[in-house]
C-alpha cells in the first residue's frame, strides 16, 4: 500500500467520475470527496462506483464553520452538518473533515466555543452513524472566517472539552501546521488518545502568489513534509498521506499529466532514498 490518496478538490476541473476513472491510472489508491461534487447524484451509487474503481473511500470534506451571531445562523450550520454525516453514511465514509469557522466581529474564544457547541449537538448522530468528526486546525491567516482553531493544541483543548469521545478527533494539514513550534509533540499528543485521523499534505510556494489557491506539489516548497510525515508515523499513525492541494496555476493544465506530476512528487518525497532528509531539501518540482 502506498497510502497516496487524492482530495477531488486537488484536481477541481475534473468530474467526480472523472476523477474515480483517473486516479487509479496514476497509482492513487485512496480518495476524499468534497461535498459539491457529489452534488444531483446519489452516494448510494457513489460508493459503489467507487468501489469499482478499486478506490478506498478515505473522508468526506467538509463540514464545520459553527459560528455565527444569530441562533438562527448557528442552527442552519447544524442542520447542514448533518446532512454531511448522512453523506457520509450513506457514502461509507468514515470520517468528515470539519473547517470549523469563526465569525467576524466576535471573539475567537467565542468562536471556539461555538464550534465545540456545534459539534457536541451533532455528535450523537455521528456516533450513531459509525462516522468520524475530524477537526482540521488551519493556518492563522483564515482566523478571520474560515477557522478560530489554528494550533493543534487547540484542536486538542475542543477534544478534551468534548468529553474526548472516540468519535472526535483531528486532522493535520501541513500547510496549515508546518509553522507551530509544538508541533511534534502535539501530533503525539493527539496519537496517543487515538485522536489523529487524518494527514493532509502539500507545500507552501516561496514566494506564494495567493494564500489561498496557491499550494505547491510536495517538495516545491518549504515544509518539511517527509519530516512531519515522519512523526505522524512515529506516533503510530498507518492512514493515507492526502493530497490536497488548492491552486489556480495546476487547475489551469492538463489534470492528467497533474495527477502524472503528484505521484512523482509524492515517489520522490517518501521514496526509502528520501529517508531521513525533508522533502524541501533536496528535490523540487520546477515549471
Known amino acids: 500500500m502506498n497510502r497516496l490518496c487524492v482530495h477531488t478538490i486537488t484536481t477541481k476541473p475534473l468530474s467526480l467520475e472523472q476523477c474515480l476513472l483517473e486516479y487509479p491510472k496514476h497509482g492513487v489508491e485512496g480518495i476524499t470527496i468534497w461535498r459539491q461534487t457529489l452534488e444531483g447524484r ?18 468526506l470534506c467538509r463540514g464545520g464553520f459553527f459560528p455565527h451571531t444569530t441562533v438562527a445562523g448557528r442552527q442552519a450550520a447544524i442542520d447542514d452538518n448533518l446532512r454531511a454525516i448522512g453523506q457520509a453514511h450513506s457514502l461509507g465514509a468514515p470520517i468528515i473533515v470539519l473547517v470549523c469557522g469563526a465569525f467576524p ?7 471556539r466555543k461555538q464550534i465545540t457547541d ?14 468520524k468528526l475530524s477537526v482540521e486546525p488551519l493556518h492563522p491567516m483564515y482566523a478571520d472566517t474560515r477557522s478560530a482553531v489554528n494550533t493543534m493544541r487547540q484542536a486538542n483543548e475542543i477534544c478534551d472539552a468534548l468529553g474526548s469521545p472516540a468519535s472526535v478527533g483531528i ?14 509533540q502535539q501530533i503525539q499528543h493527539s ?5 489523529l485521523h487524518a494527514l493532509h499534505i502539500c507545500d507552501w510556494r516561496v514566494p506564494t502568489t495567493d494564500l489561498l489557491n496557491d499550494r505547491g506539489l510536495m517538495g516545491e516548497g518549504c515544509i518539511p513534509v517527509r519530516e512531519i510525515s515522519e512523526w505522524v508515523d512515529a506516533a503510530g499513525f498507518e492512514g493515507y498521506r492526502e493530497v490536497e492541494i488548492f491552486s489556480d496555476r495546476w ?14 512528487s509524492y515517489e520522490r518525497v517518501y521514496s526509502a532514498e528520501a529517508l531521513g532528509s525533508n522533502s524541501h531539501s533536496s528535490h523540487h518540482v520546477r515549471h
Do not use: M
Open 191 to 195: 496519537a496517543s488518545l487515538n485522536r
Open 105 to 111: 466581529g466576535q471573539s475567537l474564544a467565542e468562536s
Open 171 to 184: 486532522a493535520l494539514d501541513v500547510y496549515h501546521v508546518w509553522w507551530d513550534p509544538e508541533l511534534q
Open 251 to 264: 487547475w489551469n493544465t492538463d489534470q492528467t499529466v497533474f495527477l502524472d506530476q503528484i505521484a512523482k
Open 42 to 59: 446519489n452516494c448510494t451509487s457513489v460508493a459503489r462506483q467507487v468501489k469499482e474503481e478499486g478506490l478506498q473511500l478515505v473522508s
Open 118 to 131: 456545534g459539534i457536541a449537538a451533532v455528535l450523537p448522530i455521528a456516533e450513531q452513524a459509525g462516522v
